[in-house]
């Protein structure tokens, strides 16, 4: 009995190392098949990195990039679609502008002593002018909007330039008038109005260079 016994115990370890032999082998080839690397696709620009280098592009670059990043859709757009929330960004400026000259028309409405009463009358329809100029700028930019829409960098490109200029007039207006300052609300206005379109006309180029 003891001797069929040692028999057993000395055929044991080999019929156990035979058993776990095969499903061992199995699963390590079958890790070798799921672990030959796949080809990847080279990785694709992110939308941040889109953003700076068109804004590298541009004048005021930190302008450019606070713009832009301000508007959600630039999480998904190419240039062409940078070029329109950069047209987009000046057209509220301009819109703010105008809504900024007309409160201050409003106000110099309001003098109390006849001594400033002509001064106060030139001042406001100085202001109101003001108020149609920055109105002109904001059309302006919407039509530069509709023609990058259709690709029309072109056009879009005057359409731009011509709503930075159209607050100047404003500014030249109070300069030849001696009795009225300009007012500062609407310098930093078109100063801003001013970088926020030459972003837009460079943003617009690169655009353009790209369609190509």
Do not use: W
Not at 37 to 43: A, D, E
Not at 90 to 111: D, E, I, K, P, R
Not at 169 to 191: G, N, T
């Amino acid at each position: 009995m003891a001797m069929v016994v040692l028999i057993l115990l000395a055929l044991l370890p080999f019929s156990a190392l035979g058993s776990r032999s095969g499903p061992t082998a199995v699963q390590h080839h079958g890790h070798a098949g799921h672990g030959t690397p796949k080809h990847s696709s080279p990785p694709q620009p992110t939308t941040a990195e889109l953003v700076r280098s068109t804004c590298n592009s541009t004048a005021y670059y930190d302008l450019c990039v606070s713009a832009l990043g301000a508007d959600p859709s630039s999480a998904t757009a190419d240039v062409r679609g940078l070029s329109t929330i950069a047209v987009s960004a000046a057209a509220a400026n301009a819109s703010g502008g105008a809504a900024t000259a007309a409160a201050l028309a409003s106000g110099t409405t309001t003098s109390s002593s006849n001594a400033q009463a002509a001064p106060a009358t030139a001042a406001t329809a100085l202001l109101r002018t003001c108020a149609a100029k920055y109105g002109q700028a904001r059309d302006a930019l919407a039509a530069a909007g509709d023609s990058i829409a259709q690709q029309d960098y072109d056009f879009a490109s005057m359409h731009v330039s011509a709503a930075a200029e159209y607050p100047q007039v404003c500014k030249a207006l109070f300069r030849r008038l001696r009795s009225a300052q300009y007012p500062p609300e609407l310098a930093a206005r078109e100063e801003t109005l001013r970088q926020l379109c030459s972003v837009a006309l460079d943003i617009i180029a690169r655009a353009s260079n790209s369609s190509g």
